[in-house]
């Protein structure tokens, strides 16, 4: 079945990255199965994310429409679907190079003739930093809600204690060689049975948790280390956190991008935190000393006499760490002569004493 994804996320065709994104949360949280939403209507959120999110992917779904990220055609329900799942794997010697060439696309070693190994899904999530977690690191508990190996029949899909046997439909493969129509012709695609849930066993009596699919959808909470460092729109790989494919087989990653909130003072740059402090032109004039505020606090820093507006100061080493080598960048700051704007008669008077000698 085609879907829509624009209009499954309410955006045009020509809406930019931005839009889709905000878009893709506003939705996901007015329709989170933990709020009361709609599952289905949810994971098809997620599905439109996964492709309209993804430049690539994006660039595919506009030209061969959601055909191309479909399961073959039937898809299980509820079965390794996922977000929208690159199960497909072309057979027969025609389409090779065409396998060759999606399989890059998609990243799923497809290759010709080899066998590809079960993997669950990559799960995307949004993860907010404040500048300061950002920059020393944080620990993070996320909450997901994905498809997860059953831990009642600890992904068998049979109901303990009941007899399993293989499945009649696919032979005990897995898989069944289907026919599909596609704008390249006829190709014969290999699904995921249905019968079996691509296990190739069958249950006498189906687990009552996942209804034999040996996986189901749960929210749990991952922990996960944010490394020190990290910059707005990094996305951190975690290993094995996505889903889990029904049937058995190494879960998918979970990819989070990060997005870092703006500090009311500082700013950085590169590895730097730069920021403008305003003091006293006396200061500047004669010189002394001022408190900076830096990320690991407030610092003395000497200011030199006939020092000029806008000279920028160098903090060294308090600015945001080099990946994990413990150094450090440095903090800038910015000298900025603060005119005052209401004086004291007397500040005044002496103001009108430094304008005669001609200051
Ligand atoms: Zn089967
Ligand atoms: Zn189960």
Redesign the pocket.
Known sequence: MAKDYYSILGVSKSANDDEIKKSFRRLAHEHHPDKGGDASKFKDINEAYQILGDKQKRQTYDQFGSAAFENGGGGAPGGSGGFGGFDFNFQGQDFGDLNDVLGEMFGFGGGRGGRREKRGQNIEVDVELSFREAVFGADKTLKLYRQLT?E??KGE?AEPGTKVNECKTCGGKGQVTQATRTMFGTMQTAVQCKDCHGRGKKAEKE?T??GGH?V?RREQSVSIRIPAGVDDGAMLQVSGEGEAPAGGGRAGDLFVRIHVEQHPTFERNGNDIVSEMAIPFSVLAIGGTIHVPTIDGDESVRVAEGTPDGTLITIRAKGIPYGRSGTRGNHIVRLVADVPRKLSKEQKALLEQLRNTGL
């Open positions: 059953c009642h029949c899909g687990c948790v996942c040996g189901h």
